[in-house]
């Protein structure tokens, strides 16, 4: 069964970053496209990363881009989400999801059948 344990969560201030990390186990992940997803209180959740399988292709909502960067390390079977120059909107729970033998990145949730427990961000001073 796959699994995803999310890590790398919590507070932080305007402008400062943060990393999370994505394990993924039960499954190979270079077979495996990754997505990660927030929902801020009160608000659907939305997509805002993801890296297809193989990696070869990225995308990023553009409330993230230029802020955000996500990069995957098939060894560790880890994907990972670099989140810089962080905002109070930012304020969500982060899910990661897996989509496997998917070889496009989609930012949709009904694309990805697996979901971590999901993490907390919270941006404030």
């Known amino acids: 069964q796959l699994q995803l344990v999310e890590s790398g969560g919590g507070l932080v201030q305007p402008g400062g970053s943060l990393r999370f990390s994505c394990a993924v186990s039960?499954?190979?992940?270079?077979?495996?496209?990754i997505g990660w997803f927030r929902q801020a209180p009160g608000k659907e959740r939305e997509g805002i990363s993801c890296?297809?399988?193989?990696?070869?292709?990225?995308n990023y909502a553009d409330s993230v881009k230029g802020r955000f960067t996500i990069s995957r390390d098939n060894a560790k079977n880890t994907v990972y989400l670099q989140m810089n120059s962080l905002k109070p909107e930012d304020t969500a729970v982060y899910y990661c999801?897996?989509?496997?033998?998917?070889?496009?990145?989609?930012?949709?949730?009904?694309?990805?059948?697996?979901w971590g427990q999901g993490t907390q961000v919270t941006v404030s001073s």
């Open positions: 039960g499954f190979t992940l270079k077979y495996i496209a």
């Open positions: 999801a897996a989509a496997p033998w998917l070889r496009r990145c989609v930012l949709e949730q009904s694309e990805y059948p697996f």
């Open positions: 890296i297809s399988t193989g990696g070869g292709s990225t």
